[in-house]
């Protein structure tokens, strides 16, 4: 499931403080401290449908996209299809990739599929494909489903079951 991240970049606050905190004596004897200001660097960022107090953090060198490894381990399909889940579509073999002679073939198939759809983008190394989103921070599912005896993908890398977040994220707000 894809959520959307947006923000209107970040702003800058001052925030009142006080450096010792309070103290019942104050008022009596000594009058209430003066406040130091803190400046709060944040702002609104909206992630699917939720407003979140944040900052949207860019990695050094600009936005990286969401990304993702599986290695064709086994190309032997006969004990039951396999779907590879990538967002919002299902890949099955023999019905969106041909399964080739050798693993590397059936790489370069799925490699080649996924490039089909839109916002995604795959190569394939030999018998690993890398996949990559044009999103950079969505929450985008990323697993195989084996129906048959044989795990033909594995290791798919991240294994949390999405692909790995790219840049910018989500994170506190920063202090000045």
């Given at each position: 499931m894809w ?5 209107n970049?970040a702003?800058?606050q ?5 450096p ?13 401290p ?7 660097n ?8 939720v407003n979140q107090?944040g900052?949207?953090?860019?990695a050094?060198?600009?936005a ?6 599986l ?5 032997d399909?006969s004990?039951g299809r396999v ?5 919002n579509?299902r890949?099955i ?5 041909q ?7 059936t790489?370069?198939n799925?490699?080649?599929a ?17 996949i990559v989103a044009a ?13 048959g005896?044989?795990?033909n993908?594995?290791p798919?890398?991240p294994?949390?079951?999405?692909l790995a977040?790219?840049?910018p994220?989500?994170s506190?707000?920063?202090l000045?």
């Amino acid at each position: 499931m894809w959520q959307r991240v947006r923000s209107n970049g970040a702003i800058t606050q001052l925030v009142g403080l006080f450096p010792h905190g309070p103290d019942p004596v104050w008022p009596g004897l000594y009058g209430k401290p003066l406040p130091r200001f803190q400046a709060i660097n944040m702002g609104v960022v909206t992630k699917g449908q939720v407003n979140q107090n944040g900052r949207m953090t860019p990695a050094p060198g600009g936005a990286t996209p969401c990304t993702g490894q599986l290695t064709v381990a086994d190309n032997d399909f006969s004990t039951g299809r396999v779907e590879l889940v990538l967002g919002n579509y299902r890949l099955i073999n023999s019905v969106d990739y041909q399964v080739g002679v050798a693993a590397i073939n059936t790489a370069a198939n799925l490699a080649a599929a996924i490039s089909r759809y839109s916002g995604f983008r795959a190569t394939a190394l030999g018998a690993v494909v890398t996949i990559v989103a044009a999103a950079t921070a969505d929450v985008i599912d990323f697993r195989a489903l084996h129906y048959g005896t044989k795990v033909n993908f594995t290791p798919l890398t991240p294994t949390a079951g999405i692909l790995a977040l790219g840049s910018p994220q989500i994170s506190a707000p920063v202090l000045l």
